[in-house]
């Protein structure tokens, strides 16, 4: 496994932040009409489908916008950012790159916690049955990832990194989030460890 590195390395999609009105007042270099609050949580998700079956971008957006019954109905699609199977990463959501969730940068992925949280999901995370949850993460996807937290990192240092599972009683992302990011050489305080759910003993053998 390579050694965590904090300096983001260019990623695949342009991440420019949305235009500002020119008479917004700045304050710290923060515009006083933004209303963001804090941004604490980096959350990790999957998609949910098998090993290996290509899913794109449009796809999600789908299950995610279209009217039910055929998606969810949401405004807005559910993750910030996703990592295709050959990690190709898509933003959905731009953000402006800083320490606070603006209201243009909020997402869906664990209701409670979205107006504090980013949320990145990968394809994948069930096994080739479609029933049992997989840490099917291609090499590619990983590299895409961890490109991503140190670039989270890199401009916001104080978040805390976790997996969908350690706020919903459901196994998203099929790993278990704070035991991967410590192997890497997290460090500790941004690793979320709650657990109330247990799966730390599911995904961990120790
Ligand atoms: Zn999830």
Redesign the pocket.
């Known amino acids: 496994m390579q050694p965590f590195n904090l300096q983001p390395t260019m990623s695949t999609t342009k991440n420019t932040p949305p235009p500002r009105e020119a008479t917004q007042t700045r304050v710290w270099g923060r515009a006083l009409s933004e209303s963001g609050k804090p941004f604490q949580y980096l959350?990790?998700?999957?998609t949910?489908t098998p090993a290996g079956r290509w899913i794109s971008a449009d796809d999600v957006k789908r299950w995610h916008t279209k009217p039910k019954p055929y998606g969810n109905g949401w405004k807005q699609v559910?993750y910030s950012d996703l990592i295709l199977l050959d990690g190709t990463r898509h933003t959905f959501v731009k953000h402006n790159n800083d320490t606070f969730i603006d209201s243009f940068e909020v997402t869906n992925?664990?209701a409670g916690i979205n107006l504090i949280s980013r949320?990145l999901?990968y394809v994948g995370g069930l096994d080739s049955s479609h029933k049992m949850p997989l840490d099917s993460r291609t090499p590619q996807q990983i590299s895409t990832m961890l490109d991503i937290i140190g670039e989270v990192l890199s401009y916001a240092p104080n978040v805390k990194i976790a997996?969908?599972?350690q706020f919903?009683n459901?196994s998203?992302?099929s790993f278990f989030v704070p035991s991967w990011l410590k192997r890497l050489g997290i460090p500790e305080h941004n690793i979320e460890w709650r657990d109330p759910f247990g799966y730390r003993k599911q995904f961990c053998s120790t």
């Open positions: 959350i990790i998700h999957c949910a559910g992925g664990v949320h999901c997996g969908h599972n919903d459901k998203c992302p």
